[in-house]
């Protein structure tokens, strides 16, 4: 049965013009890049902890580890991620992580959704509505984006510290997809990714300030 499985997912991907690769997270594939990383096993899983680099003092920054070697336009990224809030992160932090993409050479330009996992069960709805984020690096941060489109790059998604989240995003042309947990449909869609259709470009494993972050489990799967 196993055998078969196998053999439908070959034919399901070679049909749908995909091709895939689990990434191994391991010291020579990975660059941090104002964060600071560390290899470990958590929770019996092999991952990659993530830190910003607290001199970076503004947000939506390239703070990420970038995976070496790969290049990536459209397809789906799949990861495995985990957060907690620092010791001495702040009331307004909110466990943000996520994932970068077509990341251009000196990074200096990308794209990237995370989420905001403190939100997810929050009291307050506003904080609810606000548990997803998409900004584009370097024009189009958070903060320019609520304020001149708001509710169109954010969004709800149930979600918590210190649990382990399944994040896979699809990106075709100018859309990015974001799924959580192996959720059918959704949680947020973005039609317009400010790079438009974009270029090859790296991935990113992706923190920001107050946040000790862990990924595991990084598949890639690329449009042919």
Same mark, same amino acid.
């Given at each position: 049965?196993?055998?078969?499985?196998?053999?439908?997912?070959?034919?399901?991907?070679?049909?749908?013009?995909?091709?895939?690769?689990?990434?191994?997270?391991?010291?020579?594939?990975?660059?941090?890049?104002?964060?600071?990383?560390?290899?470990?096993?958590?929770?019996?899983?092999?991952?990659?902890?993530?830190?910003?680099?607290? !001199?970076?003092?503004? !947000?939506?920054?390239?703070?990420?580890?970038?995976?070496?070697?790969?290049?990536?336009?459209?397809?789906?990224?799949?990861?495995?991620?985990?957060?907690?809030?620092?010791?001495?992160?702040?009331?307004?932090?909110?466990?943000?992580?996520?994932?970068?993409?077509?990341?251009?050479?000196?990074?200096?330009?990308?794209?990237?959704?995370?989420?905001?996992?403190?939100?997810?069960?929050?009291?307050? &709805?506003?904080?609810?509505?606000?548990?997803? &984020?998409?900004?584009?690096?370097?024009?189009?941060?958070?903060?320019?984006?609520?304020?001149? !489109?708001?509710?169109?790059?954010?969004?709800? !998604?149930?979600?918590?510290?210190?649990?382990?989240?399944?994040?896979?995003?699809?990106?075709?042309?100018? &859309?990015?997809?974001?799924?959580?947990?192996?959720?059918?449909?959704?949680?947020?869609?973005?039609?317009?990714?400010?790079?438009?259709?974009?270029?090859?470009?790296?991935?990113?494993?992706?923190?920001?300030?107050?946040?000790?972050?862990?990924?595991?489990?990084?598949?890639?799967?690329?449009? &042919?």
């Amino acid at each position: 049965m196993k055998n078969v499985t196998i053999i439908f997912l070959l034919i399901f991907f070679a049909v749908n013009g995909l091709y895939g690769q689990n990434v191994k997270l391991e010291a020579k594939t990975l660059a941090a890049n104002k964060v600071y990383m560390t290899l470990e096993t958590f929770q019996g899983k092999e991952v990659v902890k993530v830190i910003k680099d607290s !001199a970076v003092k503004e !947000a939506d920054e390239p703070t990420f580890v970038r995976i070496k070697n790969i290049d990536f336009k459209d397809g789906t990224i799949e990861v495995n991620v985990l957060s907690l809030l620092l010791p001495n992160a702040s009331p307004s932090d909110r466990g943000f992580i996520g994932v970068a993409f077509r990341i251009n050479e000196n990074n200096s330009k990308f794209e990237c959704i995370y989420i905001r996992p403190s939100n997810g069960r929050a009291e307050e &709805q506003i904080r609810r509505n606000h548990s997803i &984020q998409y900004f584009s690096f370097p024009d189009f941060k958070f903060s320019r984006l609520r304020k001149e !489109a708001p509710e169109i790059y954010e969004s709800y !998604a149930d979600m918590g510290l210190n649990e382990w989240i399944k994040i896979k995003i699809v990106v075709l042309g100018k &859309q990015a997809k974001l799924f959580l947990n192996d959720n059918q449909h959704p949680s947020l869609i973005v039609n317009d990714l400010k790079h438009g259709e974009g270029s090859m470009g790296a991935i990113g494993l992706f923190v920001d300030v107050g946040t000790e972050g862990r990924f595991s489990d990084l598949k890639i799967f690329k449009q &042919q």
